[in-house]
């Protein structure tokens, strides 16, 4: 295993230990909010603190870039942070959150942990060398069409401004396909994708701290990650679309094939 994917393992074992211990005082942990339903707990706070000292203790010139301290340091190694992705449902007791620990140098992805502490699930990968679940390889799934494909995909629940785009994809994928999820922590869903477990993704202004782990997960699996549009900047723009290879270009079609009212957004 690679030394850096080591201890990425390692501190994102002990952040979910932290995250779980706090679950029965729920009620009890202090909340802010950050804008439109998008909250931040001491509880994420804590875990990125865990992160961030459990790395910097092994690699004291890297960069951090945590969704909740933003970007430290300056080096070519950086490491993208999310400790709690799902952190509302995790404030109601909802079982879908996990831990999102990716690094990148020089600007490429080379290093993915997303950590499910309550399933004990480790979706690993490091570039080139293929992605795991618990220590055993995981792919994409081989479907073909989107009928009889699972998507995953996330409601705009902070922007409403792009609510209606958002209805055109939706209403593009939905009658074709067998159906569609949406759980509420993007880490999961696309480490659920690297694995099989859904076939297809797509989402409109990720953070790119929910996208770093689960899009080398992706690639390492098998599959392709782009922009809706199929761009190569997901990073940047936070608009997203995952597949296999064969699948990826049936869903760039039928998003282009939607009405022209959305293709400004996409």
Known sequence: MHPMLNIAIRAARAAGDAIVRQMDRVQDISVQVKSRNDFVTDVDKAAEAIIINTIHTSFPQHAFLGEETGVTGNSDYQWIIDPLDGTTNFLHGYPQFAVSIALRHKGILDQAVVYDPLRQELFTASRG?????????????????LEGALLGTGFPFRDNDILEDYLNTFRAFFPMSSGIRRAGAAALDLAYLACGRLDGFWEFRLNIWDIAAGALLIQEAGGLVGELSGGVNYMDSGNIVAANPKLFKVMLKALRDMPATCQEQV
Request: a positive charge; glycine letters at 6%.
């Open 129 to 145: 060398q293929g992605a795991q679940l618990n220590n055993r390889r995981i792919r994409v799934s081989n479907q073909l069409t």
